[in-house]
């Protein structure tokens, strides 16, 4: 009993010694590096609603619905582990990952991610092809490209008529521009 009070008081002398240890939070905020990987941040006017983000998200957080018109991104950032995957699976950068960690709350709708884009449908079917903004990027991609193509010709074309086209119209032509 007395050896064990000895040791607890040599202990406390060791910690006071030492002096604080543990940091002030969450009396004050926490600083993180720049580096640090948090809450994820989507800019809307880079994303064409491509839905690479959601096939590598393995939270299976992130949704994509039609519904009149109009295609729904959707992230329920609740399961989010700050992974990154949908950052690095993007390719309009439009991902980033902030410093943001203090992510609990009671209301659930401060922690979602929602945007809308008009769909693109198939002139000769009425088929979804995708969204009308990336047939935008995929369009300016290839107007800044050295190959000339008459590829815009089948843009408002869904796949199924776009081969019935190349079918029976083979007319994609490629020209390098020198
Ligand atoms: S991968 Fe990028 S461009 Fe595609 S839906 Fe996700 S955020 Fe948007
Ligand atoms: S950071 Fe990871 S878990 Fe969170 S949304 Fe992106 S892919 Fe999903």
């Known amino acids: 009993m007395f050896k064990h009070t000895i040791s607890e008081l040599k202990e406390a002398l060791v910690c006071l010694k030492a002096g604080q240890v543990t940091l002030p939070y969450p009396f004050e905020p926490s600083i993180v590096e720049d580096t640090f990987r948090g809450r994820p941040v989507l800019n809307t006017r880079k994303c064409m609603c491509c839905g690479a983000c959601a096939n590598a998200c393995p939270a299976r957080l992130i949704t994509l619905t039609d519904s009149d018109g109009i295609r729904a991104l959707h992230f329920e950032l609740g399961r989010c582990t700050y992974c990154g995957n949908c950052r690095d699976a993007c390719p309009q950068e439009a991902i980033e990952m902030s410093t943001q960690f203090e992510t609990a709350t009671a209301n659930p709708d401060d922690i979602v991610i929602h945007a809308e884009f008009y769909l ?59």
């Open 120 to 178: 693109q449908t198939c002139r000769e079917c009425g088929a979804v092809v995708g969204t009308q903004r990336e047939v935008d990027v995929v369009r300016e991609k290839l107007s800044n490209s050295p190959v000339r193509t008459n590829y815009a010709d089948y843009f408002d074309l869904c796949i199924t008529c776009r081969r019935k086209q190349a079918i029976h119209t083979p007319s994609l032509t490629l020209e390098v521009v020198p």
